[in-house]
């Protein structure tokens, strides 16, 4: 069945870059997203990429696909403490079902 | 207005017994789903209804049965309840099923601990 991995943690600096990365192995994955899990909260949608695409770009945040290696990551620039949070990689090519990477943890430290 | 809501948000309950969470959704989809997170954070899909119909069914004991009175609700009904199934069940409504779906909006989550 489809299988999306992600590694499991991320600690960076205040200010520093940071890039989570995903790999899936469904090649009929047409979308594919990044979702955001704040402590306590439910899961929000921070952006997807159509798998037509390489790269889009919103705001802070950069999703690139490497549709050949099915390698999806998302580069938040400037992190800040407030971006501290699990983010899922999550991709759908059938009826409306996802399905998630088991979470990055972001840890940003002051 | 919240978008996806679901009640309770924590439950507590003993083995054995039996516990409904609720789902509703005020944003008009024809489409609603319930997802398992585990205790590793994984998300795994249960169900999916579109217009009051099941449409999706993944591999779940069948103590665990949707029920969807109208497309705005999807409760989730668990019978003889067990340690295992201790979780965060995620609610979640997308506009309509299939490759077009673009964006599902998910509940807060209800915290199930099965003591």
């Not at chain 2, 439950?11 to 516990?19: A, E, I, R």
Request: hydrophobic letters at 30%.
């Amino acid at each position: 069945g489809e299988d999306v991995e992600q590694s499991l943690f991320l600690s960076v600096r205040e200010g520093d870059s940071s890039v989570i990365n995903c790999t899936y192995t469904d090649s009929s994955s047409t979308y594919l997203y990044w979702y955001k899990q704040e402590p306590g909260a439910g899961l929000q949608l921070l952006t997807y990429i159509f798998s037509n695409m390489d790269m889009k770009q919103d705001q802070r945040l950069t999703v690139l696909l490497n549709k050949k290696d099915k390698h999806l990551s998302l580069r938040i620039a400037d992190t800040q403490t407030g971006d501290s949070a699990i983010y899922f990689c999550a991709e759908t090519s059938g009826y409306s079902t996802l399905t998630f990477g088991k979470g990055t943890m972001l840890l940003v430290s002051p | 207005d919240t978008a996806v809501s679901q009640t309770p948000k924590y439950l507590v309950t003993q083995m054995g017994n039996d516990k409904s969470i609720k789902c509703e959704q005020n944003l008009g989809h024809d489409t609603m789903y319930w997802y398992k997170q585990d205790s590793k954070k994984f998300l795994k899909i249960m169900f999916s209804y579109n217009n009051k119909e099941l449409i999706i069914n993944e591999t779940v004991p069948n103590r665990f049965s949707p029920k969807s009175p109208d497309k705005a609700h999807l409760n989730l009904h668990i019978n003889s309840l067990e340690l295992g199934d201790s979780a965060v069940y995620f609610c979640a409504s997308s506009p309509f099923p299939g490759p077009d779906n673009t964006e599902a909006f998910f509940g807060q989550g209800t915290r199930l601990t099965v003591v």
